[in-house]
Nanobody, 114 residues
Framework: QVQLVESGGGLVQPGGSLRLSCAASGNIFSIDPMGWYRQAPGKERELVALITGDGNNYAESVKGRFTISRDNVKNTMYLQMNSLRPEDTAVYYC?????????WGQGTQVTVSS
């Protein structure tokens, strides 16, 4: 059974940094695509960053500020977020594509505010 647990969210001032973690269990391998998504109040869930065997992809709004990575020994994916802006405020979810389905974590709140 695939399980994902996010952590690392919180309140940060504009310009600050946070690192999100996503601990995965359930036979997750390095070839399984993983990603970070976010959903702000009143908006649809959107892709933030993807990590696959072919490389990393980012939404235009976070390019140059966010970095996605994974530690395959620890089965953990990360999202390093720098130069945070109020518009980055959202619930952040991690996801993995496995067995023809997409599995989601429970989400972690990120709030960027002074």
């Amino acid at each position: 059974q695939v399980q994902l647990v996010e952590s690392g969210g919180g309140l940060v001032q504009p310009g600050g940094s946070l690192r999100l973690s996503c601990a995965a269990s359930g036979n997750i391998f390095s070839i399984d695509p993983m990603g970070w998504y976010r959903q702000a109040p009143g908006k649809e869930r959107e892709l933030v960053a993807l990590i696959t065997g072919d490389g990393n992809n980012y939404a235009e709004s976070v390019k140059g500020r966010f970095t996605i990575s994974r530690d395959n020994v620890k089965n953990t994916m990360y999202l390093q977020m720098n130069s945070l802006r109020p518009e980055d405020t959202a619930v952040y979810y991690c996801a993995v594509r496995k067995y023809g389905a997409t599995y989601w974590g429970q989400g972690t709140q990120v709030t960027v505010s002074s």
